[in-house]
């Protein structure tokens, strides 16, 4: 009886071992997620351009003492409000090429290439 238990909890464990497991459609180096965090400064973007595979993460983070807002896709329409308090937004995006800006300080933009 003892014996059967033992091995009905092996066979568990193992089952759960292969359904946590991740699983990798197309094998692990096809679909590289990659996250960045993005600070807004005064007055600027922490980074400027981005390039990567698979698919982006951005994580907006307003870090400056100035007012900004964030234009771009899949950023929604009360981010172009101006704000200064702290407040993050966390988007994600597959290929393709995208651009967001603050509108009220010209250069403060930021490309983001996903192959
Ligand atoms: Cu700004």
């Known amino acids: 009886m003892k014996r059967q238990l033992a091995?009905?909890?092996v066979a568990a464990s193992s089952l759960t071992a292969v359904l946590a497991a991740p699983v990798?459609?197309?094998g692990p180096r096809a679909h590289a997620a990659?996250?960045?965090?993005?600070?807004?400064?005064?007055?600027?973007?922490s980074r400027s351009s981005i390039t990567t595979r698979g698919s982006a993460?951005?994580?907006?983070?307003?870090?400056?003492?100035?007012?900004?807002n964030i234009i771009g896709p899949k950023v929604p329409s009360?981010?172009?409000?101006?704000?200064k308090r702290a407040r993050t937004l966390t988007?994600?995006?597959?290929?393709g090429l995208?651009?967001?800006?603050?509108?009220?300080?010209?250069?403060?933009?930021?490309?983001?290439?996903?192959?």
Request: proline share 3%; with cysteine; glycine share 4%.
């Open 7 to 9: 091995a009905a909890l």
């Open 24 to 26: 990798a459609a197309d």
């Open 34 to 45: 990659s996250s960045y965090r993005i600070l807004l400064k005064d007055s600027y973007f």
């Open 57 to 68: 993460t951005l994580t907006f983070v307003y870090a400056g003492k100035l007012t900004h």
């Open 78 to 83: 009360s981010y172009a409000t101006p704000q």
């Open 91 to 95: 988007r994600t995006y597959r290929k």
């Open 98 to 115: 995208y651009s967001f800006s603050c509108t009220i300080h010209p250069g403060m933009d930021l490309k983001l290439r996903v192959r």
